[in-house]
């Protein structure tokens, strides 16, 4: 329900500022877009502050539950609902919520490069190369075993095969590329 009610507020929350902000600038936007609210906006810019902590708040739990949901499993038994187990539990959580709130800190004026670098580990990998090699792995043999009848069937199947692959070797590509600029700027920056 967390995650649910999380992921509600973070799609109205950005649908209202990216509607507000279009309204505001259309075309004549900075990036980030917290950059176009200036003085001469009446004090705009700290209320879209305020609503960017807002949603960020909401989002590291989208992005924190699914993290977090892969270490415990990784570690803890699903069954084990033991006093000890919970306790482990809880030390895990706020050993990885403090490691984030370090990351915070010390990146904190490398707060476009930070999220660079998570987007390109994480998102990339999510929206690009997991999704091709799941239906690669899982329904593509399948597929392709029934479209043995026709030619036409075969050369289709085929081809999504073709797709997939081009799809999954573009997102890595661009997963590491992304990887390795926002990496190299932050080191880049720190040592400056």
Request: aromatic share 10%; with cysteine.
């Amino acid at each position: 329900k967390t995650l649910d009610g999380s992921l509600v507020v973070v799609v109205i929350s950005n649908m209202a500022f990216a509607l507000v902000a279009w309204l505001l600038f259309n075309g004549n936007t900075t990036s980030p877009i917290t950059d176009s609210l200036t003085e001469t906006y009446l004090g705009l810019n700290v209320i879209a502050d305020v609503a960017l902590i807002f949603d960020l708040t909401f989002t590291f739990t989208v992005i924190f539950v699914a993290g977090r949901d892969v270490v415990e499993r990784s570690l803890f038994r699903p069954t084990d609902v033991s006093m000890f187990t919970y306790r482990r539990r809880a030390l895990l959580r706020a050993a990885m919520v403090g490691l984030c709130v370090v990351l915070a800190v010390a990146l904190h004026d490398q707060f476009a490069n930070l999220v660079g670098l998570i987007s390109g580990l994480t998102m990339s990998s999510m929206c690009f190369v997991i999704p091709p090699i799941i239906y690669l792995v899982n329904l593509w043999p399948v597929e392709y075993r029934r479209s043995l009848r026709y030619p036409w069937q075969r050369r289709y199947m085929l081809a999504i095969c073709a797709l997939n692959v081009t799809i999954v070797m573009i997102g890595a590509g661009t997963a590491l590329l992304l990887t390795y600029q926002a990496g190299a700027a932050i080191i880049t920056a720190k040592r400056s």
